[in-house]
C-alpha cells in the first residue's frame, strides 16, 4: 500500500502524492511515458531510493525509514527483475540465478545450483546455459536468466521494470507468457512498469497511469479502452496528438 | 576581490564534503566487517587480482628502478670516493621509500582503476540494486573484501619488489662497474634494520587500503552511464596517486622524524 509518496531531484518532482493499492495475488501494471518516474515508484516500493514523504507498506509493515536488517528479511519475500537484466558479468548463469540462495539465504552452493537449474528449465532454457557468462547470452536469454533469478527463491512479490523492453515481438511474447506462467504456479503479486501495451493488456489484472507524478487513473486491464480519460486514450493508441506533450527540438 | 574569495570558498566547502563523504563511506565499509557473513571467495579473488596478477608490473618497476638507482648513486657518490655506500643506499631507499611508493603507484594505475571500472559498471547497471534485492549488502559483498585484500596484498607485493630492486642495483654494480658480489652482498645487509623493512611494510599496507578506497569509493558513486565511469576511473588513480604521496610523507615524518 502507497500513500501519498513524493520523490523529488533537485527541483524535479518526479513523484507528487503517489496513492496506490495492490492486493494479494493481483497482477498490477503501471505504464505512463519515457523518464516519467516509474522506475523511481518501484524503487522507493523496494527501498533502493528513500522517498521524501509519504507511506509504503508491504503486508502490514511500513518499509521508509527501515533499517538494514529488517529490510533484507523483508526483500527476501521479493523477486526483481530489472530493465537491463542487471546480470552479475564475473558469475557464470547458474550463480546468478543462485545468488540470492547462496549470498542472501546461506544455502549450499550444490543446493542452490540444483534449484538454479530447475529455474533456468522453467525459463525455458537448457542446463548447458548454466555454465555460460552473461556477456555470452543474447538479449532475449539474459531476460529469461533474470526473470530465473527474480523467482528462484519463490518470492510472494515480483517487481517487473519493463520487462520486455529492447526485445522483438516474439521474443516480448515468450517473456510475457513466462511471466505469466512464473507469476500463477507462485501465486505471487506481481507489480510491473511498462509502456508496452501489449504487454499490459496481456499481462494485467488492473493497470495504473502515471502522468507527471500522480496516478491519473486506475481500473482494470479490461476497462482501458473506456477509460473517458483523454490522458490514457493518447498513451494506449500511441498517439503525438493530444494532452500529453513529449518536448521535441528541431534539428 | 570577493569574487576571488568566495571561489576559494566555495573550493575548500567542497573539498571538505568530500573528504566527509569518503570517511563515511570507509566507516561505513569497515562496520560491516564486525558481523558475519563474511565473503573469503570475494576477499580470495581479489588477493589473486591485486596481488599475483601485478607481479609483473611490480617486478618489472623494480628491477629497473634499483638499477637506476645504483647508477645514479655511482655517478654522484664517485665525485667523493663514496662507491663503497651505493649497496647501503639502493637497499635502504628501496626498503623505506622506492619499493612501497613505486609499487603502489603502479597498483593505483592497474588495480584502482579496474575497481573503479567494475564497481562503476555495476552501479549504472543496476547491479549494484540488484545486489540489494538480493539480500546482500554492497559494501558487505563488494567493498570490504577488496579493501582487506588491498591492506594485505601489497606489502606481500612490496617484499617481492624490495628482493627484485635490491637484485636490479646488484646487477648493475657487480656486471657494470665490477664490483665485488661478496662486498656488495655485505654492505647490503651491513646497515639495514628490521625497522627499515618494516617502515616499507607498514606504508604499503596503507597504500594497499587507499588504492582500493579510492578504487570503489569513486566507482560506486559512479553516475551517469559510460563517461561517468570514464571519469570515475580518472578520479581514482589521480586520488590514490596523490594520497599515496601525502600518507607517504605523513608516515615517513612518523617513523623517522627525530
Given at each position: 500500500m502507497v500513500r501519498g509518496l513524493r520523490k523529488s531531484f533537485g527541483r524535479n518532482r518526479v513523484l507528487d502524492g503517489i496513492d496506490l493499492d495492490v492486493m494479494a495475488g493481483e497482477s498490477i501494471i503501471v505504464i505512463g511515458g519515457s523518464g516519467i518516474g516509474k522506475s523511481v515508484l518501484v524503487k522507493c516500493i523496494l527501498g533502493l531510493l528513500r522517498p521524501d514523504e509519504g507511506s509504503v507498506r508491504i503486508d502490514g509493515v511500513?518499509?521508509?525509514?527501515?533499517?538494514r536488517k529488517a529490510r533484507e528479511r523483508l526483500l527476501q519475500k521479493c523477486g526483481v527483475l530489472f530493465q537491463g537484466s542487471?546480470?552479475?558479468?564475473?558469475?557464470?548463469v547458474w550463480e546468478n540465478v543462485a545468488f540470492g540462495l547462496i549470498?542472501?539465504?546461506?544455502?549450499e552452493r550444490a543446493a542452490a545450483k540444483e534449484i538454479a537449474l530447475e529455474k533456468l528449465g522453467a525459463v525455458?532454457?537448457?542446463?548447458?546455459?548454466?555454465?555460460?557468462?552473461?556477456?555470452?547470452?543474447s538479449g532475449g536469454m539474459q531476460k529469461r536468466v533474470a526473470l530465473a533469478r527474480a523467482i528462484a527463491a519463490d518470492p510472494e512479490i515480483i517487481f517487473f521494470d519493463?520487462?520486455?523492453?529492447?526485445?522483438?515481438p516474439i521474443m516480448a511474447d515468450v517473456i510475457n507468457d513466462l511471466v505469466l506462467k512464473c507469476v500463477h504456479e507462485l501465486g505471487a503479486t506481481a507489480v510491473s512498469i511498462t509502456h508496452d501495451m501489449v504487454s499490459a493488456r496481456k499481462i494485467a489484472d488492473r493497470i495504473a497511469m502515471l502522468h507527471k507524478g500522480q496516478i491519473i487513473w486506475q481500473g482494470s486491464a479490461a476497462e482501458i479502452d473506456r477509460s473517458g480519460n483523454p490522458f490514457v486514450d493518447q498513451f494506449i493508441h500511441g498517439?503525438?496528438?493530444?494532452?500529453i506533450h513529449m518536448e521535441v527540438r528541431i534539428l | 576581490m570577493l569574487k576571488a574569495l568566495a571561489s576559494l570558498g566555495a573550493a575548500t566547502l567542497a573539498f571538505m564534503a568530500a573528504t566527509g563523504r569518503i570517511v563515511i563511506f570507509t566507516l561505513t565499509a569497515l562496520a560491516t566487517?564486525?558481523?558475519?557473513?563474511?565473503?573469503l571467495r570475494v576477499i580470495l579473488r581479489s588477493m589473486l587480482d591485486i596481488g599475483y596478477f601485478s607481479l609483473p608490473v611490480v617486478g618489472l618497476t623494480a628491477i629497473f628502478t634499483g638499477m637506476v638507482l645504483a647508477l645514479q648513486s655511482y655517478t654522484g657518490f664517485s665525485r667523493f670516493a663514496a662507491e663503497s655506500a651505493i649497496a647501503t643506499v639502493v637497499v635502504l631507499s628501496v626498503t623505506r621509500e622506492l619499493g612501497p611508493v613505486i609499487a603502489g603507484l603502479m597498483v593505483a594505475g592497474r588495480v584502482g582503476a579496474a575497481m573503479a571500472a567494475e564497481i562503476g559498471t555495476m552501479r549504472v547497471t543496476d547491479q549494484i540494486d540488484a545486489l540489494t534485492t538480493l539480500s546482500t549488502d554492497p559494501l558487505r559483498y563488494l567493498v570490504l573484501p577488496r579493501l582487506l585484500a588491498g591492506l594485505i596484498t601489497l606489502p606481500l607485493l612490496v617484499v617481492v619488489a624490495d628482493i627484485i630492486g635490491v637484485f636490479g642495483g646488484y646487477l648493475v654494480s657487480i656486471y657494470?662497474?665490477?664490483?665485488?658480489p661478496e662486498t656488495y652482498l655485505d654492505r647490503t645487509f651491513?646497515?639495514?634494520?628490521?625497522s627499515d623493512v618494516v617502515s616499507g611494510l607498514v606504508k604499503a599496507a596503507v597504500f594497499g587500503f587507499v588504492v582500493a578506497l579510492m578504487g570503489c569509493y569513486h566507482g560506486y558513486n559512479s553516475r551517469g552511464g559510460a563517461q561517468g565511469v570514464g571519469q570515475a576511473t580518472t578520479y581514482a588513480v589521480v586520488s590514490a596517486s596523490i594520497l599515496i604521496l601525502v600518507f607517504d610523507y605523513g608516515i615517513t615524518q612518523a617513523l623517522f622524524s627525530q
Open positions: 511500513e518499509t521508509v525509514g527501515l533499517r542487471a546480470l552479475f558479468d564475473s558469475l557464470p549470498q542472501g539465504r546461506g544455502m525455458g532454457l537448457g542446463v548447458e546455459v548454466g555454465e555460460l557468462r552473461p556477456a555470452e547470452l519493463e520487462p520486455t523492453t529492447g526485445l522483438d498517439r503525438a496528438e493530444g494532452p | 566487517g564486525l558481523s558475519p557473513p563474511y565473503y657494470k662497474f665490477g664490483f665485488n651491513q646497515y639495514l634494520h628490521t
